[in-house]
């Protein structure tokens, strides 16, 4: 398979500009600090009276507080380099070029999210010798790693789809950037809708509307940190009976087979995402194009 | 070469193309002139797909898929109005990153973009940072990326603007250069005399319709029979100017247009002997003749007198 071009620009250009070295080099210091609080915490828990004096098997909080401090940044900075890359290259002017080369609209917009993802695993990748204290002597075994690393990329394309859209829409970067976290609290917010809307209308029961959660990020890693660290679901613990929620929830739950429907949800969501900026930056689709404001020429 | 039907393009309730139809040759080098906001870039940029047509057919060697297509993006080169570049890319890179976007292989692209930037001159640049360049560079190593794919269309939108002469001249020549090794090439502009020198055929355009497209040898020689008043012919004259302008205003056939303090400017409906015998009679009365010379085929009122005087 051929590399997508925009990625290899993407890569070049960025791996020469002080962002990417900054960017590395922030990342690694806020995940210091989350590893040094976090340690000091498993320290002093060993050492209390319930703690069980052993700070090897402490080890294994490592995971959830420094892989959620991990997931926290990327869903912040996933959107904003992938919202100001359309929209960056629209105010550049070079979006016009590339519209007229071979590319397709929805390889443009694969590029972009690509290059965003690949970047932000640079990130990760630079963080898991601290990840891998949690397993080696935490007792975490490496295929959790693995699936972690897979969340991540869940994560980071769909809040990076997220962000494209939003470039595709706006003009203006930093217009993006701000509606990609606008978006972000709408998708949110509607995957409680359902819940809300059955409590008011007096039910005492959840019914299927927790399916709506399938499409909540937040959700998604709640569960798959509770599944991951005590093997069982979130909500099938003393938290929900069998009759509180509905016959396909809670089967999800039992299963454990949530966290899977759920990424799948996600990901629909996010090629759905993909290709509606695709299509908003298609030419062909809107009958605005650019407009005037243009600068006038000296002549 | 390129076909195009009928095109109009309404902005709201505006119409910045009316129903233009054009059909430029295979091999051509065309002009495409018309004052600010005559609709040029528009056009340009729906041929290239970039922005949707309000009706309206465009056909471009022979082909009749659908604009914005592959198919139809492959046979053009375009070099916009405006345009940027990106930070922090090398020259070869910048050629690199364009060719692989037409799918090419390194290997065609390392080799067909040493070709370009010689022929556009910027060899010895490539190991700069794009953004460096001058502005004529960049002009110019837009035009090579737009040739890269080998398109069978070159289009360039107001390619002179914000160039210094000399810059001008290199894009000119580049130019011909090009079309001479036989591409089609479209070139707008908003000054006629710019593009007279060069292209072999021209269309000008004004307010979204098309006034008048055709050989540029024909056009030139209506202009020359037809702009009112005749050929223009300036005389510099550093003393008797007031006998001088006395004279020309008894000749017949001569319009004296302007007097200024060393420099009279008159029309004149004659043949080359006539206005040889008037000089001839200026030089041989009592005025200091120190210069003359005829304005070349008066573009610019042409252009003035079919694009409704308004500034162009
Ligand atoms: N996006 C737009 N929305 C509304 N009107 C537009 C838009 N783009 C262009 N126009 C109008 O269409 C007309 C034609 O513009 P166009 O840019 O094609 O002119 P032009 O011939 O290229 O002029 P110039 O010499 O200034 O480049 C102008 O009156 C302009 O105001
Ligand atoms: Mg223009």
Request: proline share 3%; glycine share 10%.
């Amino acid at each position: 398979m051929r590399i997508n071009p925009i990625v290899k620009k993407d890569l070049q250009v960025s791996a020469r500009s002080m962002r990417l070295a900054w960017g590395l080099f922030g990342y690694e210091a806020i995940l210091a600090i989350a590893f040094l609080l976090a340690m000091m915490v498993i320290r002093e828990e060993s050492r209390s009276l319930y703690g069980s004096g052993n700070i090897y098997n402490s080890m294994v909080y490592l995971f959830p507080v420094i892989g959620i401090s991990q997931l926290c940044i990327i869903a912040l900075i996933t959107p904003i380099i992938t919202a100001s890359s359309i929209s960056g290259e629209k105010e550049r002017q070079t979006f016009d070029v590339m519209l007229t080369t071979a590319m397709s609209p929805f390889s443009i917009v694969f590029g972009k999210v690509t290059s965003a993802v690949v970047r932000i695993m640079f990130y990760v990748l630079g963080s898991l010798p601290i990840m891998a204290l949690s397993f080696i002597v935490g007792g975490l075994g490496w295929s959790t790693l693995f699936l972690y690393l897979l969340t991540v990329l869940l994560l980071a394309v769909f809040s990076g789809s997220i962000g494209i859209f939003c470039s595709s829409i706006c003009r203006k970067s930093i217009t993006a950037v701000i509606l990609s976290f606008v978006f972000y609290f709408v998708v949110y917010g509607m995957t409680f809708l359902p819940l809300l809307l059955r409590f008011i209308l007096g039910y005492n029961d959840a019914g299927e509307s927790l399916l709506a959660l399938l499409w909540n990020p937040g959700a998604f890693f709640e569960e798959y940190f509770m599944i991951t660290m005590t093997g069982e679901s979130l909500i099938s613990t003393e938290m929900l009976r069998k009759d509180d929620v509905g016959a396909i929830t809670y089967w999800f739950m039992e299963r454990n087979i949530w966290v899977y429907v759920s990424a799948g949800c996600i990901l629909v969501l996010t090629i759905l995402f993909m290709l509606m900026a695709a299509w908003k930056v298609n030419p062909m689709h809107s009958s605005g194009g650019r407009k005037p404001g243009k600068k006038k020429k000296e002549n | 070469m390129l076909k195009i039907n009928d095109l109009t393009k309404n902005y709201g309730s505006f119409t910045a193309v009316n129903h233009l139809s054009l059909h430029i040759p295979e091999g051509e080098l065309f002009g495409f002139v018309g004052p600010n906001g005559a609709g040029k870039t528009t056009t340009i940029r729906i041929v290239c797909g970039l922005l949707k047509a309000s009706g309206g057919t465009v056909e471009i060697g022979g082909s009749k898929a659908a604009l914005g297509t592959k198919e139809m993006k492959r046979m053009i080169g375009y070099v916009p109005d405006f345009f940027g570049v990106y930070d922090n890319l090398k020259v070869k890179e910048y050629m690199d990153l364009y060719g692989s976007m037409y799918s090419m292989n390194s290997k065609e692209i390392a080799k067909l973009s040493d070709d370009l930037l010689e022929l556009v001159n910027l060899t010895d640049k490539k190991e700069f940072y794009v953004d460096t360049l001058s502005r004529g560079m960049k002009q110019r190593l837009c035009v090579a990326r737009a040739l890269l794919h080998n398109p069978r269309l070159l289009i360039l939108d107001e390619p002179n603007s914000g160039l210094d002469p000399r810059a001008r001249v290199e894009m000119k020549e580049l130019l011909k250069n090009l079309h001479s090794m036989g591409k089609t090439i479209i070139i707008s502009s908003h000054i006629l005399s710019e593009l007279s020198e060069m292209c072999s055929s021209i269309g000008i355009m004004d307010h979204g319709k098309l006034v008048t497209a055709g050989n540029m040898d024909t056009i030139m020689q209506g202009i020359m029979g037809d702009v009112s008043g005749g050929k223009k012919i300036h005389i510099r004259i550093s003393a008797g100017m007031e006998a001088a302008v006395r004279m020309m205003k008894e000749y017949p056939n001569v319009v004296v247009e302007s007097v200024r303090e060393n420099e009279l400017i008159i029309g004149y409906q004659a043949t080359d002997e006539e206005i040889s015998a008037l000089i001839g009679r200026l030089i041989q009365s009592q005025v200091v003749l120190t210069g003359f010379y005829q304005e070349e085929g008066n573009l610019e009122s042409l252009f003035m007198q079919l694009t409704g005087g308004e500034e162009a």
